[in-house]
C-alpha cells in the first residue's frame, strides 16, 4: 500500500478491531491518514479522480485492486474508432450504391480500430522511451513497467466521453472533442506523476513525447493516403 499524501509505502490501511469497528491507519512519515478514501463512497472518489487530485489517484491505482486495465483499453479504443468511422461516413462524398454496404462499413470500422490501437501504442511508446532515457531508474524492473502501464490505461478513461459528445452532436461537438483529449492527456500526466513521485513538469515532457510520436504514427498514415 502507499500513503495517499506523502507516496510512501505502507503496511496496512486500516485496522479491524472486530465488531465493524474499523481504525485508519497512520503514516509514520507525513502523520496523516494512509488513505481516507476508504471510507469515501465510490462516486465521491470518482468526482476526485475527474478533478486529478493526487490522493484519489494513489487511491485507486496502489491501494484498490482494479483488474479492468485490459477491457477499459478496447472499449475506449472502440469508442475512438466508432467516432472516427462515423466522421468517415459522414465526410464520403460518393453516392455509388456499392459504398452503402454493410460489409464495407464494417472493414472501415475495423480500419479504424487498426489505426486508434496504432496510434495509442506509438504514444505509449513515446511516454515510455522519454521516461527511460532520462530516468533509467524508474522503469528498472517488470513491475514499475506493468504498474506504469496499468496507471496510464486506467487514466485513458475519458476516452468514454467521445460515444455521448457524438451522439448528442451539437455546433460545439469539434470543441468537446478537443477538451476530452486534453482532459485525457491531463490525466495522464497525473498518472505518470502518482506512479513516479516525479513533477508535473517532467509528467508533461512525458506526454509532450509520446504526442510526438502519435504525430509521426498519423504522418506516415496520411503519407499512404489513408483517412485517419
Known amino acids: 500500500y502507499r500513503c495517499g499524501e506523502c507516496s510512501d509505502e505502507a503496511p496496512e490501511l486500516y485496522r ?13 512519515s507525513c502523520q496523516k491518514p494512509v488513505d481516507k478514501y476508504i471510507e469515501y463512497d465510490p462516486v ?37 474508432a466508432y467516432v ?22 464494417e472493414w472501415d470500422f475495423y480500419r479504424m480500430f487498426g489505426i486508434a490501437s496504432l496510434e495509442q501504442t506509438a504514444f505509449l511508446v513515446g511516454i515510455f522511451t522519454a521516461l527511460w532515457v532520462a530516468r533509467p531508474e524508474m522503469l528498472k524492473t517488470k513491475s514499475d513497467f506493468i504498474l506504469l502501464l496499468k496507471a496510464l490505461l486506467l487514466s485513458s478513461y475519458g476516452k468514454l466521453l467521445l460515444i455521448p459528445a457524438v451522439i448528442w452532436e451539437h455546433d460545439y461537438t469539434p470543441l468537446c472533442l478537443h477538451l476530452i483529449k486534453v482532459f485525457v492527456l491531463t490525466s495522464n500526466s497525473q498518472a505518470i506523476r502518482v506512479t ?19 504525430s509521426g504514427v498519423v504522418y506516415l498514415f496520411q503519407r499512404t493516403g489513408l483517412n485517419v
Open 16 to 28: 479491524d478491531y472486530q465488531r465493524g469497528v474499523l481504525r485508519l491507519s497512520i503514516c509514520k
Open 44 to 80: 465521491i472518489i470518482l468526482i476526485n479522480a475527474i478533478l486529478c487530485k493526487a490522493q484519489a489517484y494513489r487511491h485507486i491505482l496502489f491501494n484498490t485492486k482494479i483488474n479492468i486495465h485490459g477491457k477499459l483499453c478496447i472499449f475506449c479504443l472502440l469508442c475512438e
Open 84 to 105: 472516427r468511422w462515423l466522421q468517415l461516413q459522414d465526410s464520403s462524398q460518393n453516392i455509388d450504391p456499392d459504398d452503402l454496404i454493410r460489409y464495407a462499413k
Open 196 to 214: 513516479l513521485n516525479l513533477s508535473r513538469k517532467f509528467a508533461l515532457l512525458a506526454i509532450l513525447n509520446g504526442l510526438l510520436f502519435e
